[in-house]
Nanobody, 118 residues
Framework: QAQLVESGGGLVQAGGSLGLSCAASERIFSINAMSWYRQAPGKQREFIARITSGGSIDYADSVKGRFTISRNNAKSTVYLQMNSLNPEDTAVYYC????????????WGQGTQVTVSS
C-alpha cells in the first residue's frame, strides 16, 4: 500500500497552471515537513518547496513567486499550485514527508509527470 499518493500532473501550455496534491496514508503520523521535489530528464532531483508543521515555508529561487505550497493537516495532504509554467518546469514531481518521530522517517511519493509545452 502506497504511503504517499500524488495526483494532479499532466500536460499544460507555457504560461498555464497546474495543481498537485499528495496525501499521506494514516500509517504516517507525527508529520513535520512536507516538501515537493522535481527531477527533469538527465538531471538530479531538486528541491522545490517545503512547509513545516509550524507553517514555515521555503521555496527554491527558480519557483518563487510562481509556485505556492500549502497543506491540510487534518487530511495529511500537501498541495503545490504552479502558475506561469514554462518548459523548464517539465519534470517528474515528487512529494516528501518527514516525521518528527524518533527515529525520523522520510517517505517519498511515486512521482507525477508535469509537462509544459512551448
Amino acid at each position: 500500500q502506497a504511503q504517499l499518493v500524488e495526483s494532479g500532473g499532466g500536460l499544460v501550455q507555457a504560461g498555464g497552471s497546474l495543481g498537485l496534491s499528495c496525501a499521506a496514508s494514516e500509517r504516517i503520523f507525527s508529520i513535520n515537513a512536507m516538501s515537493w521535489y522535481r527531477q527533469a530528464p538527465g538531471k538530479q532531483r531538486e528541491f522545490i518547496a517545503r512547509i513545516t508543521s509550524g507553517g514555515s515555508i521555503d521555496y527554491a529561487d527558480s519557483v518563487k513567486g510562481r509556485f505556492t505550497i500549502s497543506r491540510n493537516n487534518a487530511k495529511s495532504t500537501v498541495y503545490l499550485q504552479m502558475n506561469s509554467l514554462n518548459p523548464e518546469d517539465t519534470a517528474v514531481y515528487y512529494c516528501n514527508v518527514v516525521t518528527q518521530t524518533t527515529p525520523v522517517r522520510s517517505y517519498w511519493g511515486q512521482g507525477t509527470q508535469v509537462t509544459v509545452s512551448s
